[in-house]
């Protein structure tokens, strides 16, 4: 069990072009989280997908984020036209989830986006 | 809704001293509670989970939190700091009670252990 990896680490970009970060969960886990993290705040929920099925959104993913997750298995967060705003820490993380209900979240380290 | 208020955005203990890190929720259903914690530019490591089994919930590295409904409560603590404790602690609830949920976190308090 290698954890829930992220990539890239890090992300520099320059406002209004696109980025994509990628997630790869723990392999048997069925659930996938992205959470956003700016300076001094604890995350925020973005969304989550149940195998490959996206089933809630939060309000705060505007329609220039866009996420994935094609095979059930790893994810992928893209922003288009990026802006300042969008500097912060995006987290993924994943977990198990049966008829008992949902198992705890293992995050990975995360993609540190800085928009210049 | 439900949410998460840490009192104290930084706490400041000496090595060995106990640590007491504060969390309150508020739910509308019978709350899922953790903590984790955050080393700088890194992830997220569960400490521990109150699942509405035993009220007091044991976690790694020695940390502990005690779930008090009266109160709305549920607050980490150690018995005695050590210098790798430093970090960032986060309070969270499950957004819709029990554990099918996404987690609502509280603002994180930095804990600083000096030698």
């Known amino acids: 069990d290698t954890g829930v990896s992220q990539n890239p680490r890090h992300k520099i970009t320059k406002r209004g072009q696109n980025v994509t970060f990628r997630c790869d969960p723990i392999s048997e886990h069925n659930r996938l989280y992205w959470y956003r993290q700016t300076l001094g705040q604890g995350p925020e929920f973005l969304t989550y997908?149940?195998?490959?099925?996206?089933?809630?959104k939060s309000r705060l993913l505007s329609d220039r984020f866009s996420a994935e997750r094609p095979k059930g298995s790893f994810s992928t967060l893209e922003i288009q036209r990026t802006e300042q705003g969008d500097s912060a820490m995006y987290l993924c993380?994943?977990?198990?989830?049966?008829?008992?209900?949902?198992?705890?979240?293992?995050f990975g380290p995360g993609t540190r986006l800085t928009v210049t | 809704a439900q949410s998460v208020t840490q009192l104290g955005s930084h706490v400041s203990v000496s090595e060995g001293a106990l640590v007491l890190l504060r969390c309150n929720y508020s739910s509308s259903v019978p709350p899922y509670l953790f903590w984790y914690v955050q080393y700088p530019n890194q992830g997220l490591q569960l400490l521990l989970k109150?699942?509405?089994?035993?009220?007091l919930v044991k976690g790694i590295n020695d940390f502990e939190a005690e779930f008090k409904k009266s109160e709305t409560s549920f607050h980490l603590t150690k018995p005695s700091a050590h210098m790798s404790d430093a970090a960032e602690y986060f309070c969270a609830v499950s957004d819709r009670g029990g554990s099918q949920g996404n987690l609502i976190f509280g603002k994180g308090t930095k804990l600083s252990v000096k030698p």
């Open positions: 993380a994943s977990s198990l989830s049966g008829a008992s209900g949902a198992y705890e979240q293992y």
């Open positions: 997908f149940q195998n490959e099925a996206q089933l809630e």
């Open positions: 109150y699942t509405s089994a035993a009220t």
